[in-house]
Structures are given as C-alpha cells and as structure tokens.
C-alpha cells in the first residue's frame, strides 16, 4: 500500500551503482528503484544506437574521483585499492547512459508524469547520483504536485537555473549534463521542495564547476524562498576520501547516517509502519 504519509526514497540508477538500497531498507524505509528509458535495466532502446567503443575505464577512474589520475590513489580514498578485482568490478558494471539532452527530457518527463499520479504516495524522496541529480531537479520543475518532498543528490553532474541566469562554470561534459534553464516559475518549484541537498565526496576544489554550479543553484533556490544546502563530505563532515558514489565507499554507512540525519531535521523520516 501507498500511504499519503510515507516517504519514498527514490535511488536513480543512472550511474550504475545499486547504491543505500540495502542499507535502508534495513532501516524500514520503503525504497524504490528507478531506471529511466534507456538507462540501467531499462537500457534497451525503442530507437537505433550505434555503438562506438570509448575504452571509458582510465576515464572512469578519474570521474569517479578515486585519483588525480588512472591508477594514482588519493591516499585515503575510500576504495580497496589493493583488490584489482574490486576495481574491475566497478568499471565492468558501467552501461552506456545515452547522456543526451534529448533523454533528460525524456526522463523527466516520465518522473513527474509517476510522481504527479499519486501512485508513488504524497511524499518523495528523491536519491540521485552523478547526473541523476539533474534528471531529478527538471523533474520537479515540471511536476505539478507537491508530491516531491525531498533532493539528495550524490556529486550532480548537472543543474538548472532560471533562464537568464548568468552561470559563471558552464557544463564541461556536453550538452546532456546541463546547465539547463527553465521559467522562473517553474524553478520555484525548486523552493517549494521541502529540502535539497548537494552532497559532494572529497578531494573536490572549489573550483570545480559543477560544484561552483550546485553553490550557485542552491543560492537561486533559497532566494525564492527554498531550503537548499551544499555539504562536502570531506570539508564538512570529515569523511576523508570519499568518491563519486560515496553510496558504494567502504565508508558509505558513515555517509548513509548523515542521509538519515537530514531525512530526519528536515522531517522526511515519517512513513508508514
């Protein structure tokens, strides 16, 4: 049963990982997994792709913010850096994720369209990773509902600002990975969500450009009136060599206590027994 007063913590799939699902489910929360069209087990795709091979892995390894570069550790990184196996793992597990902006649309459209129908309850979650957060923030642009509740999202790769915002970190990664600007209007929704937190791992500089975009969304959003914060896990909460998917470190029930933590001060941990 869906129940008005529950929360749903919703974990996209689009970076691969299966994330705190586990973990909170242990801790009763009814948990969800979503895999927009085209992504994660939903990657079969209704239009003709043409592979070419990218030989992502030195590329991941940096991405995922395990090095400076392929194979040079950060000292502390939160990673078994001595099991090859577990590093071929994680980079064997990568899909292709179609990072168009066409399919940001597609995505979102399909999200708020579930999240407007009452059918995933009156209270959501939202648990994002990577570009995930993006998909996440232009679907509560486009829902016409309250229904969403909550943001979390784990090192976005990707935001959204009201049309004519002067965004000083232009995306580096093409056009499917943001900036994306929608009316003012519709960013308000933004400040209707209950709370919103840009989670970053360590090791991130400040002038990284997403993280200067997720500093400058977050300032939009409290502006108009929303509650959203940025929180290094390294700076802030001295979790030391956190990665990308701090969901997947070897530290990730440290970080999963800080997700309750929030869940808990922004009331978002009521749900239905």
């Given at each position: 049963?869906?129940?008005?007063?529950?929360?749903?913590?919703?974990?996209?799939?689009?970076?691969?990982?299966?994330?705190?699902k586990d973990m909170f489910?242990?801790?009763?929360?009814?948990?969800?997994?979503?895999?927009?069209?085209?992504?994660?087990?939903?990657?079969?795709?209704?239009?003709?792709?043409?592979?070419?091979?990218?030989?992502?892995?030195?590329?991941?390894?940096?991405?995922?913010?395990?090095?400076?570069?392929?194979?040079?550790?950060?000292?502390?990184?939160?990673?078994?850096?001595?099991?090859?196996?577990?590093?071929?793992?994680?980079?064997?597990?990568?899909?292709?994720?179609?990072?168009?902006?066409?399919?940001?649309?597609?995505?979102?459209?399909?999200?708020?369209?579930?999240?407007?129908?009452?059918?995933?309850?009156?209270?959501?979650?939202?648990?994002?990773?990577?570009?995930?957060?993006?998909?996440?923030?232009?679907?509560?642009?486009?829902?016409?509902?309250?229904?969403?509740?909550?943001?979390?999202?784990?090192?976005?790769?990707?935001?959204?600002?009201?049309?004519?915002?002067?965004?000083?970190?232009?995306?580096?990664?093409?056009?499917?990975?943001?900036?994306?600007?929608?009316?003012?209007?519709?960013?308000?929704?933004?400040?209707?969500?209950?709370?919103?937190?840009?989670?970053?791992?360590?090791?991130?500089?400040?002038?990284?450009?997403?993280?200067?975009q997720s500093r400058q969304?977050?300032?939009?959003?409290?502006?108009?009136?929303?509650?959203?914060?940025?929180?290094?896990?390294?700076?802030?909460?001295?979790?030391?060599?956190?990665?990308?998917?701090?969901?997947?470190?070897?530290?990730?029930?440290?970080?999963?206590?800080?997700?309750?933590?929030?869940?808990?001060?922004?009331?978002?941990?009521?749900?239905?027994?």
């Amino acid at each position: 049963m869906w129940h008005s007063s529950s929360t749903q913590v919703f974990q996209n799939r689009w970076d691969g990982g299966e994330g705190y699902k586990d973990m909170f489910l242990r801790k009763d929360y009814p948990v969800y997994l979503w895999d927009g069209p085209r992504v994660g087990r939903a990657n079969w795709s209704c239009k003709p792709v043409n592979y070419i091979p990218g030989y992502r892995d030195q590329g991941n390894f940096v991405a995922w913010n395990f090095g400076p570069s392929y194979k040079s550790w950060w000292p502390d990184v939160q990673f078994p850096t001595t099991n090859d196996h577990a590093w071929e793992q994680a980079t064997r597990a990568r899909y292709d994720e179609f990072d168009t902006a066409e399919n940001v649309e597609l995505h979102s459209d399909a999200a708020s369209v579930a999240a407007d129908s009452g059918k995933l309850g009156h209270s959501i979650v939202y648990l994002t990773n990577s570009a995930g957060g993006l998909r996440a923030m232009k679907t509560a642009t486009k829902s016409n509902t309250t229904n969403i509740k909550g943001i979390v999202t784990y090192e976005s790769i990707g935001y959204v600002f009201p049309i004519g915002t002067n965004v000083t970190a232009p995306g580096i990664f093409g056009p499917g990975f943001g900036p994306f600007f929608v009316p003012l209007e519709d960013f308000k929704k933004l400040a209707m969500v209950r709370a919103i937190q840009f989670v970053w791992g360590d090791h991130r500089p400040e002038s990284f450009g997403y993280l200067q975009q997720s500093r400058q969304c977050a300032q939009l959003i409290n502006k108009y009136g929303g509650n959203a914060e940025v929180l290094k896990l390294g700076d802030d909460a001295g979790l030391k060599g956190s990665t990308h998917i701090a969901f997947a470190d070897m530290n990730n029930a440290k970080v999963g206590d800080l997700l309750d933590d929030f869940l808990e001060i922004n009331g978002l941990d009521n749900y239905a027994e």
